[in-house]
């Protein structure tokens, strides 16, 4: 066999057990035997991959992915997210599509706490897409915004998805986290932008019925406790502060400000925990919701480090084939503009965030697509930031969009393809923003330029 043919059978055997839904974590370590097998036999495939879990997984920087999950789950525990949305809905309310906007900057604002899209999704999901529809939005445009919005959680730090790319590209992590700040802010306002044009101009995607709400409707946001409020939005900001704060400053390593951030996020909840029980009620807030947070972060964290360990094996199976010294041999022969390059991964990914999990892509990917364009002289923070966003905009896409999927999970009564179809000026939105990002690279390599 060639290594071509045994790429191909590689290939063939991932994609057969993605298609009968085997999880990817599995289909990629079950294909990379297969390769590794092939192109140099089994025994001699035993002995390389044996130590390979251990070594995939024993890197320091990786303390970050529980840590990054403590920070957000913990936070959620507190009741910060219900609080923000209800400052948000308050201070946005008198806008066209104001809940909607609001839903939007909750998202913006749990990014900074949380680094996983998903999660996120599903944890506002249960807060605003009910609320949005009981006062008079559409329940697929409420789902949208959600779906949407949260995207950002893998572009504003912290970031599980750049801690990833910073380990497989071997980057420093800390001026990766920084380079996602403004794009993740320029998507927000993006997003925010959106709601009010469709508000103005479509309100029939928007309004049950295409009317918009009341005015009593409209002051009828939720009613929590100010104190509540401004106590949780006061302890997030400390928490995002802290964190962003210390990588900009110098004064954290990227490690260091995720123990940071953890630490923080745990005792905002200690403090948060009992504060909402006495003006809320005790079914608003119990000690008893702070464990599970943990633990959720131990069994994510689990089934992020075999992702990991599936992708790198799998990965090592394509450098060892030689694909990607023949896709930059290939390229550099053809004589194709760098940009054409940069733009054909892109769009490849793109084309993958439709079928495949965000991780996935990223491990996969990013092992090729990288070393590539360093040869042709692209900036890897500035490439990090787009590829990130390519892969964002694959959460929203059909068929396998899973943003999608969640916001349609908890949200009773919805069809994930009514999610998808009021999906598609988020989508365009999105490419909008990718391509003000390409052209303007300054937008993402200006803060991390700037950091002590």
Known sequence: MTDWTV?????????????????????LITAALVGYSLLIGPDTAGATL????????????????????????AANAAGILESVFDLAARATRRLPGGLAIGATLSAGFLGGISGSSVADTATLGRVTTGHMNKRGYDLGFSAAVVAASNTVAILIPPSLGLVLIGIITAQPIGPLLLA???????????????????????????????????????????????????????????????????LYSGVFTAVEAGFAGAAISILVAVVLIPLRRRRLGRDQASYRRLWPAITEAAELTGMVFLLLVGATMFSNFLVLAGVPSSVAST????????????????????????????????????????????????DQVWYAILFIKAVEIGLLTPPVGINAFVVASVT?????????????????????????????????????????
């Not at 991932?14 to 298609?19: G, S, Y």
């Not at 009773?412 to 490419?431: K, Y």
């Open 50 to 73: 044996s130590s390979l879990p251990y070594s995939t997984i024993a890197d320091y920087n990786l303390v970050l992915v529980p840590m990054f999950m403590v920070m957000g789950l």
């Open 331 to 378: 390229l550099s022969n053809d004589n194709l503009p760098p940009v054409v390059v940069a733009v054909g991964f892109l769009v490849v990914t793109l084309i993958l965030g439709a079928v495949l999990d965000p991780i996935a892509i990223t491990l996969i990917v990013a092992p090729i697509a990288f070393p590539v364009l360093t040869a042709l002289g692209y």
């Open 412 to 452: 009773p009564g919805l069809r994930v393809e009514r999610v998808f179809v009021r999906l598609i000026p988020f989508i365009a939105t999105e490419l909008v923003v990718l391509t003000i990002l390409f052209a303007f690279p300054q937008l993402i390599t200006w803060l991390p330029g700037t950091a002590s």
């Open 180 to 246: 996602g700040i403004v794009p993740g802010v320029l998507t927000i306002v993006a997003y925010a932008v959106c709601c009010l044009l469709m508000a103005r101009v479509r309100p029939q995607d928007v309004f049950v019925d295409g009317v918009a709400p009341s005015k009593s409707h409209v002051d009828d946001v939720p009613k929590s406790d100010v104190v509540v409020m401004w106590s949780s939005l006061a302890g997030g900001i400390v928490l995002i502060g802290t964190v962003l704060g210390g």
């Open 7 to 27: 790429v191909a059978a590689a290939a063939a055997v991932l994609l057969v057990l993605l298609a009968i839904r085997t999880p990817v974590a599995f289909s």
